[in-house]
Each structure stands twice: as structure tokens, then as C-alpha cells.
């Protein structure tokens, strides 16, 4: 009986334990969530400036290999990916989602694939479909280490495109679709698409008065690359935002089966207390009443 009770009281401690973490870990989740989407929404007005700038420097024709394009309709080389997962665990499907996604897409893509995976737990899902992978980043756990990931995978890609190594690049990440649910999204950075250049070319200017580029292919150029660089820093804090949330679910699913699970191992703690105690009870009046007998 002592045994079962210490037990029962070493089983309550350590869900007790459990439940301290679970919900230290749903508060930074939560907290996290809010810095991602600031930053995505603090990123909006830069992104819409970049846009203004190229929609004037497309009203004119770009120069040739400024962004990207392919040179033949048809292209028998390398499509690359990279694909935004996370480094840890505890988020539910985020993971088998996104990798889900981008091998089936990839699938219906003639040619050959090459990816780069951003997360561990990502990489190990994405070598496991046969996709080669092309290198591997570790997942920023801050918005100020995002900048130097997009640098490292900008730097990187750019060189796998001008060596020829691959000639489209493609982002895989899961998109938040609310505060708690997300949905995977597949966006082409490269070549540019040409719908997209002709919608920033009629884009109207805020004013009356339309600037004038100077120095038009240097300035195209920049202008791009801060394209790139807003399109993969949106991609990185999105994918973390939902990835946050994901693991804020779980971790909400997980508080909840404990609260139950406290509360059988308290019910049944308090069960065996009593039982111990009426036992106990009975043996003091059946030693009482032995010896009134005599």
C-alpha cells in the first residue's frame, strides 16, 4: 500500500514537472508567433518600395540576363528547391507537410531535382523521398539571425545559377493561414516570371511625377537582388511563424492530456489514501472491540 501511494506521488511530481514545461514552451511559442508575423508585416512597406522601383525600370525593356530567364523554352538541367522545415521537434506535421509538398511538386516537374534544406528535421524527410540535397542550413531561432540565412542561401544559389548547376529555384515553406493552422506554399524566384514582371510594369506610381533611372541595368540589378532577398526573408519568418504555431498546438494538445492525466492520477492517489485510511480505522475499532470482549 505505502509502495502504490509513493508511486502515485512520484508519478503526480513528475507530470507536475511536465506540465511547467509544456506550458513554458506554448508561452515562447506564442511569443514567437508575434515576432515573425511583425517582422513579415514590418517587411510590407520596404517590399512595396522595391516593387514601385522595379515596376519604373520595367516599363522599359530589361537587358538581357539581368533577371535570370531562360534561354530556351525548354531546358533539360536542374531544378533546385529550397525547403524551410525545423531543427526541432514537438511540431506535429510541420515537417512531413512541407517535404510531402515539395517532393510532390518537384514530381510533376520534368528534369532532375536538387534541393537545399533549411532544418534538420526537414533534411532527414527530404533524403529519405531521394531528393539530392545540395547543402543544408540550420533554422535561425531569432529574427536577427534570418538576414544571415538568406545572405548564406542567396550567395549560394546565385552561384548554382550562373555555373549553370541549376536553372530554376524554387521555395517550398508552409504559410500561416491563421493563428494557429497553416498551409504549404511553393513561390519560383528564378527565372522571374514574366506575368509578374508585366503586372509590376503597369503598376501606377504613387505621383504625378515619374522618376527617371539612372544607371538603369546597375540599378535593375540591386533591385532584383532585394527582391530576392525580401522573397526568401518572407518565405524564412513565415515558415517559422507556422512552425511556432504548429508546435503551440501540440503543445496545447499535450497541456490538456496532462491536466487529465493529473487528474486520474490524483483521483486514484486520493482512492488509495482513503482506502488505506478506512483500513486502518477498521483495524483500531477491531482491536477496540477484542478487547472489550475480554
Known amino acids: 500500500m505505502s509502495d502504490t501511494i509513493v508511486g502515485l506521488r512520484r508519478k503526480i511530481g513528475g507530470a507536475g514537472d511536465l506540465q511547467s514545461v509544456v506550458r513554458t514552451m506554448k508561452a515562447l511559442a506564442a511569443s514567437s508567433i508575434g515576432q515573425y ?3 513579415v508585416s514590418a517587411l510590407a512597406d520596404y517590399a512595396r518600395t522595391v516593387e514601385l522601383g522595379l515596376s519604373v525600370c520595367f516599363r522599359k525593356d530589361p537587358p538581357v540576363g539581368l533577371m535570370g530567364e531562360q534561354k530556351k523554352k525548354t ?3 536542374t531544378i533546385g528547391a529550397v525547403v524551410f522545415g525545423s531543427d526541432q521537434g514537438l511540431v506535429g506535421q510541420f515537417n512531413e507537410v512541407v517535404a510531402d509538398y515539395a517532393v510532390k511538386t518537384l514530381a510533376a516537374r520534368p528534369g532532375h531535382h536538387s534541393v537545399w534544406a533549411v532544418g534538420e528535421r526537414v533534411q532527414t524527410r527530404l533524403a529519405d523521398a531521394g531528393l539530392p540535397l545540395l547543402g543544408f542550413f540550420s533554422v535561425p531561432n531569432s529574427v536577427k539571425a534570418i538576414t544571415p540565412l538568406v545572405v548564406q542561401i542567396l550567395l549560394e544559389s546565385e552561384a548554382a545559377h550562373s555555373q549553370g548547376k541549376i536553372y530554376e529555384l524554387h521555395l517550398f515553406y508552409n504559410r500561416p493561414t491563421s493563428r494557429a493552422v497553416y498551409a504549404p506554399v511553393n513561390q519560383r524566384l528564378l527565372p522571374l ?18 522618376p527617371e533611372v539612372i544607371g538603369s541595368g546597375a540599378t535593375l540589378r540591386a533591385l532584383i537582388h532585394e527582391y530576392l532577398f525580401i522573397s526568401l526573408f518572407r518565405a524564412c ?40 485510511i478506512d483500513e486502518e480505522l477498521f483495524d483500531v475499532i477491531s482491536g477496540f472491540e477484542a478487547l472489550a470482549k475480554e
Open 37 to 39: 508575423e511583425q517582422s
Open 75 to 77: 531546358h533539360s538541367g
Open 193 to 210: 516570371d514574366e506575368t509578374w514582371r508585366s503586372d509590376l510594369a503597369i503598376l501606377p506610381w504613387p505621383t504625378g511625377n515619374l
Open 237 to 276: 519568418a513565415e515558415s517559422l511563424a507556422s512552425e511556432n504555431a504548429s508546435r503551440l498546438t501540440a503543445m496545447q494538445r499535450a497541456e490538456k492530456n496532462i491536466d487529465e492525466l493529473l487528474e486520474d492520477l490524483n483521483r486514484h492517489f486520493h482512492q488509495l489514501r482513503q482506502r488505506g
